[in-house]
Nanobody, 122 residues
């Protein structure tokens, strides 16, 4: 059974940092590209960052470039999102998923986990 469990969210002040983790099980994690998505209230879910199966290539949404870093540890079946210089507009529920490359972007194709809430507020 495929399972994705996100953790590491919380309340942080503007300018602060958080590190999200996504523990995967039930599939060959090291064979799949992974992505982090977020969904803010009243908005559609959007791709934040993606990483190839071996971790050799990454992509970021323009809104997070230079502030967020995606990485993975295939030995631990875990993908991470390091978020620095957080802004109130980063407030959202963050999800991970397996992704497939399609043209110039990535598309999710697995089941969604429960997500982890990130709130940036003073």
């Amino acid at each position: 059974q495929v399972q994705l469990v996100e953790s590491g969210g919380g309340l942080v002040q503007p300018g602060g940092s958080l590190r999200l983790s996504c523990a995967a099980s039930g599939f060959a994690f090291s064979s799949y590209a992974m992505g982090w998505y977020r969904q803010a209230p009243g908005k559609e879910r959007e791709l934040v960052a993606a990483i190839t199966s071996a971790g050799g290539s990454t992509n970021y949404a323009d809104s997070v470039k230079g502030r967020f870093t995606i990485s993975r540890d295939n030995a631990k079946n875990t993908v991470y999102l390091q978020m620095n210089s957080l802004k109130p507009e980063d407030t959202a529920v963050y999800y991970c998923n397996t992704v497939l490359r399609g043209g110039s972007t990535w598309h999710p194709f697995g089941s969604w986990g429960q997500g982890t809430q990130v709130t940036v507020s003073s």
